[in-house]
């Protein structure tokens, strides 16, 4: 059996067979076409059709670490339903404002610079390779869409009126290797990634205290992480400026052998912020 068809198969047993039989009581959904719509629309980040076309069979990252009622309420809130009458956050704004700077969502006129500063070698300095404008294109669709999931995301950044690129918080859908990172969906990563010209003006650490105030006020989340390439000080420099505290070292899971897989997490925990 080729890998393809191995893959297929394990796939159709995966949804058909294997989840169904271990649904219990409580579970909020027990139908094979339901456990197969949702491991797929969390692993594209949005609904599964817009990314691969049917027959569909992808890599899933959804085990027994995985909070299966997070990613159900995921991917009905992509398809423009609510799970038992809820999402988890307060309505999200269009914007906020900072004199200067301004968070907002996505637009399609942001694809051609998020394309540019994705494929400057400085600024993906410590990123395993450049991205390409599709590749831009994607990833700017998926972070926009995770505002729609989680009520929370990477808000596209302006300065004087011009896009310089994201600063914003993640539901991070992967186990990692650190204390509390292990299930999935259950961690919240603040990040950021700017236009050269937009570096040495403070830029980050200002968006990512409106991010921050944001994620405490509005959405009830006081304690999240960030991470960065060991090697790079300028991002670790923003954590430091934020409060954050400088937790461990870890080998990114998503990063290939090599220099840049080393990684430092900082932690912050805004327990004295109000809701």
Known sequence: MSAAA??????RDLVARRLPEAARPGWPVHLDHC???ILLDNACGGPWRDSVAAPAHANMPADGRADLALLNRRSLAWRGKIWRGKIATAPVPDHFDDGDLLLRRWRPADTAPFAALNADPVVMEFFARLRTEPQSAAEAGSYDRRFVADGFGPWA?????????FVGAFRIMRS???PGGERIGATIELG??????AWGHGLATRAARLTLADLAGRCGIRTVVAYAASGNRRS???????GMVRAETFAHPGVPEGPLRSHVLYRLDQAGVSA
């Open 35 to 37: 456990f197969a719509r």
């Open 6 to 11: 191995d893959r297929r198969a394990h796939w």
């Open 176 to 178: 990692m290797p650190f």
């Open 236 to 242: 670790q420099a923003v954590m430091e400026r934020l």
């Open 192 to 197: 950021w990634r700017l236009a050269r010209d």
């Open 157 to 165: 950044l302006e300065w004087d009126g011009r896009f310089v690129g």
